[in-house]
């Protein structure tokens, strides 16, 4: 079975850090892009970061480039979110996905996604 599980969400200080995990399990995610998304309430889920599972390339939304940083760790087979700078308007529920072939334009649009994660939340307080 393919599983996308979230960790390391929680409650942080404005101007503070948190690290996501996204641990994938059931098969290989060679040429798979893999991004991050957020949905506040009331709102729209949104794509934040992505990037190709065996691939240096990535792409991240232009509200947090400069303070996150996607990465693979290939050893632990996870896709983390390093977040830096945390400010209230990050505060959501963080989304992995991955889609296949991998893509960071169609990923970024929704575009391909074969799995999820669960969601995590992420409360920044101010």
């Known amino acids: 079975q393919v599983r996308l599980v979230e960790s390391g969400g929680g409650l942080v200080q404005a101007g503070g850090s948190l690290r996501l995990s996204c641990a994938a399990s059931?098969?290989?995610?060679?040429?798979?892009?893999v991004g991050w998304f957020r949905q506040a309430p009331g709102e729209e889920r949104e794509f934040v970061a992505a990037?190709?599972?065996?691939?240096?390339?990535?792409h991240y939304a232009d509200s947090v480039k400069g303070r996150f940083t996607i990465y693979i760790d290939d050893v632990n087979r996870t896709a983390n979110l390093q977040m830096n700078s945390l400010k209230p308007e990050d505060t959501a529920v963080y989304f992995c996905?991955?889609?296949?072939?991998?893509?960071?334009?169609?990923?970024?649009?929704?575009?391909?996604?074969?799995?999820w994660g669960q969601g995590i939340q992420v409360t920044v307080s101010s």
């Open positions: 996905a991955a889609n296949f072939p991998g893509n960071l334009l169609n990923i970024a649009a929704m575009k391909g996604i074969e799995y």
């Open positions: 059931g098969r290989t995610f060679n040429n798979y892009a």
């Open positions: 990037i190709i599972w065996n691939g240096d390339n990535t």
